[in-house]
């Protein structure tokens, strides 16, 4: 082989690997997770705002849901009100389950949170998932309670080895550093599209460990037809804001 046809097979050669090279690197990996809770989840579709989000990063965050409005985890566990949730945790091949009591589960009945959570906790391990604590938020006119929420979720993970995914505590704090900050539905309990936005942001980062610098403030999906549908719309500013204070929060 002379030397021209050897730099032409070299030259091939490197176009591959670069062509591996940057295949490797475009290619993200995916985590597909089930939401298990009531409407504190699925109000401004929380799951779908963390899956579009999820796009910045290096993972795909692919979201399924299971909730009915004040639903508790001893309804899920017992198949309540036509909820399927253990059949959907032992068939799903997800790789997270988020669980996420009602409101004031922790509050008003803190045994009966840390025995569901510690059940639907193994019941997920046994099906090949890692259980995450969905941390909740105190209501608009009783901020001291988040102490006593934080404390449940917290210390009942630390029984069964799961991962906190602290949004209260990042509402607490956005509500801190800025007191007029609209984290509410005007029910003063329910989330807004802030505060939806802001705990998808805190369940991206803990999730995946990264937050990027490009989040979008306003996420689109494609409907049927490939049109684009948005699905909220909030100021940069508020993105900006909303990103230091989970990176704050979850130490990233």
Known sequence: MNKYTWNIVAAIALLCLYGVQTN???????????????????????????????????????????T???????????????????????????????????????????????????????LARESGAEPYYYLTWAR???????????????????????????AGEAWARART??????????????????????TACVFIATITGELPENMPGVPTVKDSRGGEVILMRIDQLDVEFFRRVTLEIVGN
């Open 24 to 66: 490797a690197q475009a290619k993200k990996d995916t985590l597909r997770i089930l939401f298990v809770g009531n409407s504190y989840t699925y109000f401004e579709n929380l799951p779908q705002v963390v899956s579009v989000l999820s796009g910045k990063t290096g993972t795909i965050l692919l979201t399924e849901q299971v």
């Open 68 to 122: 009915i409005g004040g639903a508790k985890l001893s309804e899920h566990w017992r198949g309540a009100r036509g909820l399927k949730t253990r059949d959907k945790i032992r068939n799903g091949d997800y790789d997270i389950v988020v669980l996420q009591e009602w409101s004031l589960g922790t509050v008003n009945e803190s045994d009966s949170t840390i025995l569901y959570l510690g059940l639907f906790s193994k």
């Open 140 to 166: 608009e006119k009783v901020p001291q309670q988040q102490e006593v929420i934080s404390r449940v979720y917290r210390e009942t993970a630390v029984l069964n080895q799961a991962t906190v995914v602290p």
């Open 177 to 198: 550093l800025r007191p007029g900050i609209k984290l509410y539905d005007p029910d003063g309990t329910h989330p807004s599209d802030l505060g939806t936005y802001l």
